[in-house]
């Protein structure tokens, strides 16, 4: 299993929802999670195959920002 983060500006529980069916698509259901509690609201996907860049695209085309943490 692999892990990425990406520092995101997800803000709210109304923000999940509307990121909720784009990242379900790309990393699957129950395999991401938002830190709203983390300044950087940062985004955990955890998944067998995690392809950074379709991940960023899945939020940035829900109209979030992502970017990828070392």
């Excluded at 999670?33 to 985004?43: A, C, F, G, N, T």
């Excluded at 067998?48 to 899945?58: G, L, P, T």
Aim: some cysteine; charged content about 25%; aromatic content about 4%.
């Amino acid at each position: 299993m692999e892990t990425v983060q990406f520092k995101t500006n997800i803000k709210c529980s109304g923000c999940i929802a509307a990121v909720t069916p784009a990242l379900n698509e790309v990393a699957g259901q129950d395999n991401w999670e938002v830190d709203l509690q983390s300044p950087d609201k940062v985004l955990t996907v955890s998944t067998d195959k995690v392809v950074k860049e379709e991940i960023r695209q899945a939020i940035e085309k829900a109209g979030y920002k992502a970017e990828a943490l070392v």
